[in-house]
């Protein structure tokens, strides 16, 4: 593949309005009981539709709100977050959608603010203030923004106590003057220019490596905080030690080795989303969800040890 093909491909992919879907992390694709149609649910525009146990978007109708990506429990659809917290962080906190009049930084719909995101602001800035245009009438994400919006605060708040207010209308400070207004434009043409020309060959997306951004931004935030609510889970006696749990765990916290006749349950708690999938699925029902303290947070956990009553046949 030629440069210009390349070029062509980064184009294309930088003015796709849909959110990146990794299917190794959709309990719809992992078989998880119960499945999960929150993302078609959230979508305001019937962009979702869930085929052959893979969730699939419409990129003509996809408006690119970002409703889907806060409400999936396995991080299987998300939008590169950088850009979002830069501005954030450039704005100290205060960020607009693209539909309020007026100054400060902008992104797109306030739908597309994941709870990591508000609370790595929050952690920096103390508070997040939000100014938003007429979600009633907005092509975009529409009148569902707002109770969005309350729903992503409250999941923020498990991993740090941040306070959000949401104006309708201008972000308050300053006017931002023409040289201002000049040097903003310049400095987002120059980061849209450098993620449109690729290097040979393309690179692959940094949020694919290891633990996707949503949450390294959870985890930040919690390393700030005083105390934490991340969800965690807890095996009780009777588990089989078979792999169901391993198998539908959209993130891999959960994870099972041999040791000798001995198999061991283990979990990685940062990675851990609260979906549910392993408690929901668990053949003799013995996983609970629960909270994990500050200090279990990056640490692995020792869920279950024994000898399978398989172990022999």
């Not at 109708?61 to 998300?78: D, I, K, Q, R």
């Not at 009049?101 to 920096?124: D, F, H, N, Q, Y």
């Not at 800035?125 to 707002?146: E, Q, S, W, Y």
Request: hydrophobic share 35%; glycine share 10%.
């Amino acid at each position: 593949m030629g440069f210009l093909d390349n070029l062509l491909n980064a184009f294309l992919k930088a003015t796709d309005p849909r959110p990146r879907y990794t299917e190794a992390r959709c309990l719809l694709y992992k078989n998880s009981v119960g499945g999960c149609d929150r993302c078609y649910q959230a979508c305001p525009k019937g962009a979702v539709r869930l085929e052959s146990f893979r969730v699939e978007l419409d990129e003509v109708l996809c408006t690119g709100c970002g409703l889907c990506t806060g409400v999936c429990p396995g991080v299987a659809l998300e939008y590169p977050l950088g850009g979002i917290q830069e501005a954030l962080i450039r704005g100290k906190g205060q960020i607009r959608c693209s539909k309020a009049e007026g100054k400060g930084e902008e992104v797109l719909c306030l739908g597309r603010l994941t709870p990591g995101l508000l609370a790595e602001a929050g952690s920096r800035f103390g508070k997040v203030v939000l100014a938003r245009g007429d979600c009633a009438t907005c092509r975009i994400g529409g009148p569902a923004v707002p109770e969005h919006l309350e729903r992503m605060v409250e999941e923020a708040q498990r991993y740090h106590s941040v306070e959000v207010e949401v104006l309708q209308g201008e972000l308050p400070g300053e006017k931002v003057g023409r040289r201002e207004l000049f040097q903003a434009l310049m400095g987002s043409a120059k980061r849209t220019a450098a993620d449109l020309v690729p290097e040979l060959p393309l690179p692959a997306p940094e949020e694919e490596k290891g633990m996707p951004a949503e949450l390294r931004l959870r985890l930040l935030a919690a390393k700030r905080a005083s105390e934490v609510r991340w969800p965690r889970i807890t095996v009780e006696e009777g588990c089989t030690l078979c792999p169901v749990c391993t198998n539908v765990c959209p993130t891999e916290a959960v994870y099972r080795v041999r040791e000798g006749e001995e198999y061991v349950l283990r979990l990685k708690v940062e990675a851990c989303t609260g979906c549910g999938a392993c408690v929901e699925s668990c053949p003799p029902q013995v996983i609970r969800l629960e909270e994990a303290t500050k200090e279990e947070v990056g640490e692995e956990i020792l869920l279950f040890r024994g000898r399978p009553p398989w172990y022999d046949l």
